[in-house]
């Protein structure tokens, strides 16, 4: 696919996704503008490359050369469809494309390795980066998250290889052609798209089907191919697993030999099990597993997953859970790692139809902390539900020891907690304050 000398109009270009592309395409000589609803880190980041970001969502402020019909747009399905820019193009006959379309096109032809699944992905694909990185191979990736090793979602060390987390929302990863593949989970979500769990998993067959080589799913996953688990048996597997220090030493255990005292810098049994998926995936590619096995010792993990830091007297743990599955990961995380230190979550749901699809079980998961605190649903792409809110979820959870708080109270309640461990859950805005309360620790 020929990239170079195309004009791209980016509709959401602060999203992770987006934001990776958009550098992708920048940085093989395309002209590069985009909108985005409000400033953040990453249209900061953008910015500073050269990439003009509007945030006025209006025709008028669009530059006249990006008025013209070959201006090539890319949106997200967090646009609306009657955003005014949309629209504009739409009507006007500008070829219009979603974000996975572009990828999928981009990445056809390469040899690519793709990382699916409802939790896990982002890290999973940083796993199998840095793993890439440490031998030095020639691959671009296209991550879901921040690596703190990179600053960036998008890491270029050649084009030989290209690892790509495959998003289920909205199907988009039915536009990929992977070579090599993981699925970490297939729990519920997305059920605004999918209607209900089986249309999902019927989703996550087909991806499997498009997988030219081999696949690796996690121990569970009813899909055919190559599973991994943690302490229990299967094609690969951690065993004799011990906490030591902030991570895991273990034995791995592969379909041909086992490797002993292997150490995995990184908190949560979740961690390790993507550490094992993201070397199922190496070691089924046919790349030399063993001489990856050292990166695990140097992995500095990615922003807002299980990050930690110190604010006055307290321990702050910020973790992009958003989904009850992985609010359930960081309290087992915390329990093994922490299992003394008073807690406080605060935690702000991320859009109206996943609090209503799971209202039940994220208040039960919830009262398993010592102090609770919510904030206002994020909605992203949706509008209000009625009958869904923080307030409602809040009636659930059934615990003495909770309450709901605004934005503007954000800082000041973590900053005067009095409990030793606090939590920062939530997959909206929650991670703007977050980074702002970091500047202060």
Do not use: W
């Amino acid at each position: 696919m020929n990239l170079k000398g195309t004009k791209y109009y980016f509709l959401g270009i602060g999203g992770i996704g987006m934001s990776a592309l958009a550098k992708y395409l920048f940085d093989e000589g395309n002209s590069v503008m985009g909108y985005d609803k409000t400033p953040s880190s990453i249209t900061s980041q953008l910015i500073d490359l050269g990439i003009d970001v509007l945030f006025d969502a209006s025709v008028a402020v669009l530059p006249e050369e990006y008025r013209q019909e070959d201006i090539q747009i890319v949106y997200t399905p967090a646009v609306p469809q009657e955003h005014p820019q949309l629209q504009f193009f739409i009507e006007q006959g500008n070829q219009i494309k979603k974000r996975a379309l572009l990828l999928g096109e981009i990445t056809k032809d390469t040899l690519l390795f793709a990382i699916a699944g409802t939790h896990g992905k982002t890290t999973t694909a940083s796993f199998l980066t840095h793993y890439f990185a440490h031998l030095n191979l020639e691959f671009t990736a296209f991550l879901g998250g921040i690596m703190n090793e990179y600053q960036s979602n998008l890491i270029q060390k050649g084009k030989k290889y290209f690892i790509v987390e495959a998003d289920e929302y909205d199907r988009s990863f039915l536009q990929l052609f992977p070579d090599y593949a993981c699925i970490t989970t297939m729990d519920a979500d997305h059920l605004d798209i999918y209607g209900n769990h089986e249309n999902m998993k019927k989703a996550f067959e087909q991806f499997s089907e498009r997988v030219k080589h081999k696949v690796v799913v996690a121990q569970g996953v009813e899909i055919e191919a190559y599973y991994y688990a943690v302490e229990e048996k299967a094609d690969y597997y951690a065993q004799a697993i011990r906490v030591e220090g902030s991570g895991y030493r273990f034995d791995l255990v592969t379909p041909t030999q086992t490797y002993k005292d292997v150490y995995l810098k990184a908190m949560g049994r979740h961690n390790l099990f993507n550490a094992i998926g993201a070397l199922a995936v190496l070691d089924t590619g046919g790349l030399p597993l063993d001489k990856a096995l050292a990166s695990l010792r140097t992995f500095k993990g990615i922003r807002r997953r299980m990050e930690v830091f110190s604010l006055e007297n307290k321990t702050v743990v910020d973790d992009y859970a958003h989904h009850p599955e992985e609010i359930n990961a960081v309290l087992k995380t915390i329990s093994e790692f922490y299992p003394d230190k008073r807690n406080m979550v605060v935690f702000q749901p991320h859009l109206f139809s996943r609090t209503q699809d799971f209202m039940q079980e994220f208040a039960e998961v919830l009262t398993q902390f010592d102090e609770i605190v919510l904030m206002d649903i994020y909605p992203a792409r949706e509008e209000p539900i009625i009958g869904v809110s923080s307030d409602v979820m809040l009636e659930l959870i059934q615990h003495k020891n909770k309450r709901k708080i605004s934005e503007k109270d954000f800082q000041t309640t973590i900053i005067n907690s009095k409990a030793d461990l606090v939590l920062v859950l939530g997959a909206g805005d929650i991670g703007n304050h977050i980074q702002k309360l970091k500047k202060k620790a």
